[in-house]
C-alpha cells in the first residue's frame, strides 16, 4: 500500500488527471491551479529530490510550513518514498519546533523562508535556525527551503539548500514505495499546552480505509470543492487534504487569518463554489 499511490496515480489515465486538484489563493489574491497530473509530476520531483538528499523508506522528515502547493507536495512526496512525516504548526516557537523535532528522530526538515499572513512575512526558516542550535537536533543533516517570499534567509552550506535547487533535473516520474499496512505515514503531535506534546502516529493502512468511509458519507466525487482552511498540523486537514485526492476533488487552499475567514465564511463559499469543508 502507498497513500501517495491511492491518492494521485489513481486517477492517471482517466479526465480526472486534467482537472484541478489544487485551486491555491494566496495572500495577496493571486490564484495557482494545479491539476492532478500536474501535482503527480511535482511531488515525484520532490520525492526524487528527497531521495538523492538521503532520505529512505523509514526516516523522518519534519515539515515546518506554511498553508501553500509545496507544503501538500512535501507531504505527499514523503508518503511517495516511504519516509514518516510530521507536519509542525509555522506558529509555534523554536522550543517546540526542538522539541518535536528530537521527538520524532527528524533527519531532514522542510521548511519557507517566510510565511505570510495578513500581508505581513513571518519568519519559519530563522525559527528552524534557532531550534537546530538548541542542540538534540545533529540527526537532521538537510533543511529544504521553499522561498516562498524575495527577502533573503540565512543558509547554512553543505546543509540548507532551496527547494526549487533541489528539484531541478529531477525526474517528474518516481514510482511509489509500496510499504507493510502498518508502516507509519505519518506522526501527529497534541499541542503540549497540558505537558509534553504526544505523537499519535498514523499508518498507510489505517488513513486510506478511513477516508474511503468519510467520501462515502460526505458524498465527494470528482466534481466536489473542499475548502482546506484549517492548519495543516491539525488532524482535521489531513482528511480534508486524503478526501479531496482519493475523491479526485479541488482541494481550495485558503491562506486568510481565521478571523477573516469566519467573517467572510459566506462569501468565500459562494465566490470559490465551495461543496463540502469541516468546522
Known amino acids: 500500500i502507498n497513500a501517495s499511490f491511492n491518492c494521485l496515480d489513481r486517477h492517471m489515465g482517466t479526465p480526472v488527471e486534467n482537472k484541478n486538484a489544487i485551486i491555491f489563493e494566496a495572500d495577496d489574491g493571486t490564484v495557482t491551479t494545479v491539476t492532478y497530473k500536474e501535482l503527480l509530476a511535482k511531488v515525484s520531483q520532490f520525492a526524487n529530490a528527497l531521495k538523492a538528499q538521503g532520505v529512505k523508506r523509514g526516516d523522518r522528515v519534519v515539515i515546518y ?37 528530537i521527538d520524532v528522530g527528524a533527519v531532514a526538515v522542510v521548511t519557507a523562508n517566510y510565511q505570510l499572513r495578513g500581508g505581513k512575512e513571518l519568519p519559519l ?21 521553499f522561498q516562498r517570499t524575495a527577502t533573503d534567509v540565512n543558509m547554512v552550506p553543505g546543509r540548507d539548500q532551496f527547494m526549487h535547487d533541489v528539484m531541478a533535473g529531477q525526474s517528474s516520474e518516481c514510482a511509489p514505495e509500496f510499504v507493510g499496512a502498518e508502516h507509519p505515514l505519518f506522526v501527529l ?64 487552499i485558503e491562506t486568510a487569518p ?22
Not at 127 to 136: K, N, P, S
Not at 204 to 220: C, N, R, S, T, Y
Not at 258 to 279: F, K, S, W
Open 65 to 101: 510550513m506554511p498553508m501553500t502547493v509545496e507544503g501538500v507536495v512535501a507531504m505527499q512526496a514523503c508518503a511517495r518514498i516511504g519516509a514518516t512525516h510530521s507536519v509542525v504548526f509555522g506558529g509555534f516557537s523554536a522550543k517546540a519546533l526542538q522539541d518535536r523535532i
Open 125 to 145: 526558516k530563522a525559527i528552524v535556525d534557532e531550534a537546530l542550535a538548541m542542540g538534540g537536533c545533529e540527526a537532521v543533516t538537510s533543511v529544504i527551503v
Open 258 to 279: 481565521p478571523q477573516e475567514i469566519a467573517a467572510n465564511l459566506t462569501q468565500i463559499v459562494a465566490d470559490r463554489g465551495i461543496t463540502y469543508m469541516d468546522i
Open 189 to 252: 503531535y497534541t499541542s503540549g499546552s497540558t505537558g509534553t506534546p504526544k505523537g499519535v502516529e498514523v499508518s498507510h493502512e489505517g488513513l486510506v480505509p478511513m477516508l474511503d468511509a468519510q467520501i462515502d458519507a460526505f458524498q465527494l466525487n470528482e466534481t466536489s470543492k473542499s475548502l482546506f482552511y484549517l492548519s495543516t498540523n491539525f488532524d482535521a486537514s489531513i482528511s480534508d487534504i486524503g478526501t479531496a485526492f482519493l475523491s479526485g476533488a479541488a482541494l481550495c
